[in-house]
């Protein structure tokens, strides 16, 4: 008798993929287990329990697995999953916004090594050897990657309608001076725009071309995209001083908001509202409505990005084997992933002739009850199931080859774990969260910003963060 599900605010559900007979006979006397996945969601999904519904029917059936599917909204998913890391409530679980390296530390995650050894060919060729060092730990693997846009190409987005009218075409690349001169254009056409916001809320921009190797404050940094082995000081690298240089300049000459630091607007909502003209953004293959993408920094890999969002299984799960079983089930069930991603067909989508999918008409993913499918990037994986209009039928082909053809370097699958030096880090954090945005903003004067603060975290032990991330860096190479 299946249990009565808890859902921590909306639940749904998902899993299934070809077992032998051998395993079909197993529970062919109605033995089904019970296996709870935990995923976080951006919208409100009222009709997750119609697509767990729909799932458990191909599950029950074809698997012996009742999955009970919890989503959890973004704003409480860092509290209420490291509370689940404490109980056996969750048995799949997604490792994001704590560091994996975080939850290996404290024990947390099962060693998916040996069932990574001896999971399907199917699952394999999903994630190969080589691909699973971006979510290992001292050698061994402790989560599997879910598929979203490893690499990140950074650029302009630009209001399409504007963009048409300077002549700039999507895709097109522009060097950081010709994106000067289409600001100061833009600005002098529209000056009741701003010509530029940030990417997220008050952040002018989330990365550029310096990789923090795992750690989020950037307290050391490699240099030229990761292509660099030598650990240094954010603020002493030339990209972030002339990154900084630039947009005080167009700080100063009113091209962005002067409260840039407590703006609350994501860049989708002023530009769509004829607020704003520009913004930086990294992205992939993917579109956004009524924008067009400029490419500024080609495509590279930050070292630490296969473990920013995968799936673990909980170190406290009561039924490791299958848990590890779903793991399968949502990378390569076909039915299931489709279910999980998209909802069900007619009610939340529907087919369009070219094979991408659309909400049903005068619905959108924040109120056609179940939006995932604008989601895709958060599920294990949608790599086997439809993709939005806007982006395209060929989209996941396309994300899979993007992620193949982005600069990886020497350091991926490096995550640095800050025990040794957990005094100055915290320190030192406490220091950078005062001036990086402030500085990336342009609403501060970049030379004296950065004098005082070096002189702050060298006074607060940034060196000695410095010292063993180098250390740590070192050894992992040397492996």
Excluded at 160 to 189: C, P, R, S, Y
Excluded at 423 to 443: E, F, H, P, R, V
Aim: hydrophobic share 40%.
């Amino acid at each position: 008798m299946k249990k009565t599900i808890r859902r921590m605010l909306t639940v749904c559900g998902a899993a299934a993929m070809m077992l032998s007979a051998a395993q079909i006979i197993a529970f062919a006397d109605g033995d089904v287990k019970e296996v709870a996945l935990h995923m976080p969601t951006v919208y409100d999904l009222p009709d997750a329990p119609m697509v767990e519904d729909a799932i458990n029917q191909i599950t029950e059936e074809k698997y012996g697995i009742h999955l009970n599917l919890t989503y959890v909204t973004m704003g409480n998913w860092q509290q209420q999953s490291n509370l689940l890391f404490t109980s056996d409530e969750a048995d799949v679980i997604a490792v994001f916004m704590t560091p994996l390296s975080t939850y290996v530390k404290n024990g947390q995650l099962e060693d998916l090594t040996d069932y990574y050894a001896n999971a399907s060919d199917e699952f394999k060729q999903i994630w190969s050897e080589d691909e699973m060092k971006g979510t290992s730990v001292d050698g061994k693997i402790y989560a599997i990657p879910n598929l979203r846009n490893f690499g990140n190409i950074m650029g302009l987005n630009i209001d399409e309608d504007i963009a048409a009218e300077f002549g700039i075409e999507n895709g097109q690349k522009l060097t950081m001076e010709e994106v000067d001169e289409f600001l100061t254009k833009a600005h002098e056409k529209y000056p009741d725009r701003y010509a530029l916001v940030p990417q997220g809320s008050d952040s002018m921009v989330n990365g550029w071309t310096w990789d923090g190797m795992g750690d989020g404050k950037n307290l050391g940094v490699l240099e030229d995209c990761g292509q660099s082995t030598v650990v240094k000081n954010l603020f002493e690298t030339d990209d972030f001083v002339d990154f900084c240089t630039w947009t005080r300049k167009w700080y100063q000459e009113g091209f962005t908001m002067q409260d840039v630091l407590s703006n609350t607007q994501p860049f989708q909502t002023l530009i769509g509202n004829d607020q704003a003209i520009a913004c930086f953004d990294n992205y992939a293959v993917n579109n956004v409505p009524g924008m067009i993408r400029t490419e500024i920094v080609s495509s590279w890999i930050p070292t630490s990005n296969y473990t920013s969002l995968c799936y673990g299984i909980n170190v406290n799960s009561k039924d490791k084997d299958a848990a590890w079983e779903l793991m399968e089930i949502l990378y390569t069930d076909k039915d299931v992933c489709t279910l999980l991603a998209d909802g069900i067909e007619g009610t939340h989508y529907v087919v369009n002739d070219d094979g991408a999918i659309s909400f049903p008409e005068g619905k959108t993913a924040s109120d056609c009850g179940y939006g995932m499918a604008e989601g895709y990037w958060i599920v294990p994986y949608s790599g086997n199931t439809y993709p939005l209009d806007v982006n395209g039928p060929t989209f996941f082909e396309d994300l899979i080859q993007f992620n193949k053809d982005s600069l990886r370097g020497p350091a991926f699958g490096f995550d640095f774990d800050i025990t040794n030096v957990v005094d100055q880090y915290t320190a030192c954090s406490n220091i950078m969260d005062k001036y990086y945005k402030a500085l990336l903003s342009g609403s501060v004067d970049v030379e004296s910003t950065i004098e005082q603060a070096n002189a702050e975290m060298e006074a607060a032990g940034l060196n000695d963060i410095i010292a063993e991330k180098q250390a740590q860096l070192d050894a992992f190479l040397a492996q």
